[in-house]
């Protein structure tokens, strides 16, 4: 790591006033805000340029990397990154577009001055090198994310996509669609949100924070989320993604050079990683329970 980069995380961890527990650190992966804010800092530094070399250095990923994957992409243009749900996807000549999914250690560093050269980081499975100088790492010691291969006609009905949800963060997503989503759906509301082909992109994290906005018990059955409920809890995933996204912009505005350090924004938390904690709205304290084996933070008194 240089010494450059290492500035970079000790300028970050000054600026957060409180820290998630290094095991619930360990356990977040990445959801729609942070997926969206390495979305913006590799479209600064693709947008508009060649691939002009890729090494895959290990492909045996979630899916394994495609065979013909470097001659591929090598010395296309990148015209735009996107995002749907928690993928990525890299726009190229051809019609071509790479597909991203970080998984759940899955880091993209870019590395905006390696003069070309391909000396390669430890669990650095994949390296795009744009232009001449900036090197775009795929850094994922757990290897539980992927790098596939599709054509723009065919991205919709790409196997990964096709099941998916409506995005969060659009008009249509409202509290007639939750209505519609969680019609008959006998499980808890906070396993409906984490299942990718009814919500789009939230994970663990943004659901417990959207549940303690919209006052709901995770453990309510999802079939009961109608009328005010919905309209409350449409409106709280909507607010807690755009506050996360925000931040994660003014991360990279401050980082100049983003080092794939996603941070979690987690100086906002209302309940997440708080267990003990005073709740922000009553004071009593936040309560951690494992639902589906992963952690819930809820306030008892708040959400019912
Ligand atoms: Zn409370």
Redesign the pocket.
Known sequence: MSNFRLLLHVSHFLKCPYFLKDRERKKAMPELPEVETVRRSLAKAMEGKPISQVSVWRDDLRIPVPQDFSDSVKGLFVHRVGRRAKYLQIFLDKEKVILIHLGMSGKMLIDIDSNGSNKKLKHEHVTFLIGDRVAIRFVDPRRFGLIDLCTRDKLSSHPLLVHLGLEPLTEEFSDAYLKKAFKNKKICIKAALLNQHMVAGLGNIYACEAL?YSCLSPRRNALTITGKRAERLAQSIKQVLTEAISRGGSTLRDHVSPDGEMGYFQNSFKVYGRAGAP??????P?QKMIQLGRSTFF?????R
């Open positions: 303690w709740c922000f709205s009553c004071n009593k936040v306030c008892p008194n708040c959400q």
